[in-house]
């Protein structure tokens, strides 16, 4: 069946970078984009933006734009994406999520999701 | 300050009947966008309950339906039993900023 696995916990300082992966099974990796969503503690989901894993083009929301950086490895159906200049607001659980089968802009399935703290 | 308004709460009794709110505009929902629904459990991912403002995918019980008309959409919830508490979000997308829009969640309580 499809799974979406993504990297463990980070703890990183303000201005350090984080790279959290998401390792997939199941399906064509190369049919399906991938999105990032966070949701800060207390907060609602936010969109990140997504790749392409065929060509690896990437959309970023403006937001984010200078600051991410998402890529894939095809040859292990793994996804990335490195957040830099880390900001305490920043602390977050991280998200990838695949493009649904019948509707690109619906989510599912979602990995289990990635705690990342930025502490001092 | 969210693209898509919901309400921050919404509560039933088991058994009764919800519905819940998302208020979009002419970039968004009005433009045609579809919509798509999540249930949010603490410490677990979203869960995709209904896409393209009323599709169910498969294994989301029949009490879970979507809806919608001119720039709104709704999510009912039939026969609500107590494992339904979580926070349910809308999501669209948006012409004018380009970019995926979800609503601020929905807090649902049963009773």
């Known amino acids: 069946q499809v799974q979406v696995v993504q990297s463990g916990a980070e703890v990183k300082k303000p201005g350090a970078s984080v790279k959290v992966s998401c390792k997939t099974s199941?399906?064509?990796?190369?049919?399906?984009?991938m999105h990032w969503v966070r949701q800060a503690p207390g907060q609602g989901l936010e969109w990140m933006g997504w790749i392409n894993p065929n060509s690896g083009d990437t959309k970023y929301e403006q937001k984010f734009q200078g600051r991410v950086t998402m890529t894939r490895d095809t040859s292990i159906t793994t996804g990335y994406m490195e957040l830099r200049s880390l900001r305490s607001d920043d602390t977050a659980v991280y998200f990838c999520?695949?493009?649904?089968?019948?509707?690109?802009?619906?989510?599912?399935?979602w990995g289990q999701g990635t705690l990342v703290t930025v502490s001092s | 300050q969210s693209v898509l308004t919901q309400p921050p709460s919404v509560s039933g009794a088991p058994g009764q009947r919800v519905t819940i709110s998302c208020t979009g505009s002419?970039?968004?929902?009005?433009?045609?966008?579809?919509v798509h629904w999540y249930q949010k459990l603490p410490r677990t991912a979203p869960k995709l309950l209904i896409y393209g403002k009323t599709n169910r995918p498969s294994g989301v019980p029949d009490r879970f339906s979507g809806s919608y008309s001119a720039t709104s959409a709704s999510l009912a919830i039939t026969g609500l039993q107590a494992e339904d508490e979580a926070d349910y979000y809308c999501q669209s997308y948006d012409s004018s900023l380009s970019a995926v829009v979800f609503g601020g969640g929905t807090k649902l309580t049963v009773l």
């Open positions: 002419s970039s968004n929902i009005g433009a045609g966008h579809d």
């Open positions: 999520a695949r493009s649904h089968e019948n509707d690109f802009w619906a989510f599912d399935p």
């Open positions: 199941g399906y064509m990796f190369t049919g399906y984009y």
